[in-house]
């Protein structure tokens, strides 16, 4: 079972987030808060997409409101990018953690392959309907989820890639996960990086 299950046909994005509130395509729903899907307009012109809800994003049922969104927010400005042109979604859209008991600290697990091909169908209907100049794949997951296991984040971020998609050829841009800034030794250069391959993306906007 997949995604592909629970995707109604030629759904606009109002009807796709209330599907995927019942979204059953593989078992992480079950100790999840709710679906967590997406936020901006489908006039976007750039499509910024993650990995996987956090704890935060899992109990308010949006994506990137925990301290790695508020940071890709800052540098989303600083790298000259209008919020309002913007898309935010996940590769996938349950909450994957481990827990030590009820009451205890939740704690991030990187979702599996299964997990994120499962999920795939939503993020298809959402660049369907979206069709963004740009495409961001935030972490490895995103990219996996988007561009497959060849393309790596430390080896391929910061430069234009042109893939052929279902809608034609489109660009893509690999960078890292706002949360790699939070837990990298030197953040400063770490968001600096994020910043820098932010700023080709909006390269593509001007």
Same mark, same amino acid.
């Given at each position: ?32 808060? /709710? @679906? ?5 307009? #489908?006039?976007? $012109?750039?499509? =910024? *997409?993650? &990995? ?56 991030? /697990? @990187? ?5 994120? #091909?499962?999920? $795939?169908?939503? =993020? *298809?209907? &959402? ?70 391959? =932010? ?8």
């Amino acid at each position: 079972m997949s995604a592909a299950d629970f995707v109604p046909e030629g759904a606009g994005i109002t009807q796709l987030r209330e599907a995927a509130q019942g979204c059953r395509g593989c078992e992480l729903w079950e100790n999840a808060t /709710q @679906t967590v899907f997406s936020a901006g307009p #489908t006039s976007a $012109r750039v499509v =910024l *997409v993650g &990995e996987q809800p956090g704890d935060q994003e899992d109990r308010q049922g949006q994506p990137f409101v925990g301290p790695a969104g508020r940071l890709l927010v800052k540098a989303i400005d600083e790298a000259g990018i209008d919020r309002a042109v913007t898309y935010r979604t996940n590769a996938v859209k349950h909450f994957r953690f481990t827990q030590a008991g009820a009451g205890k600290r939740r704690i991030h /697990q @990187t979702p599996e392959m299964r997990h994120i #091909t499962a999920c $795939r169908p939503w =993020l *298809v209907e &959402e660049l369907r309907l979206v069709d963004p100049d740009v495409i961001v794949c935030l972490g490895a997951t995103a990219t996996k989820a988007l561009l497959g296991s060849a393309i790596r984040v430390t080896k391929d971020r910061g430069a234009l890639m042109e893939r052929e998609t279902s809608l034609g050829p489109r660009q893509f841009l690999v960078t890292i996960h706002p949360s790699a800034v939070l837990r990298a030794d030197d953040r400063d250069a770490a968001y600096a990086g994020l910043v820098a391959d =932010l700023r080709v993306a909006a390269s593509v906007l001007a």
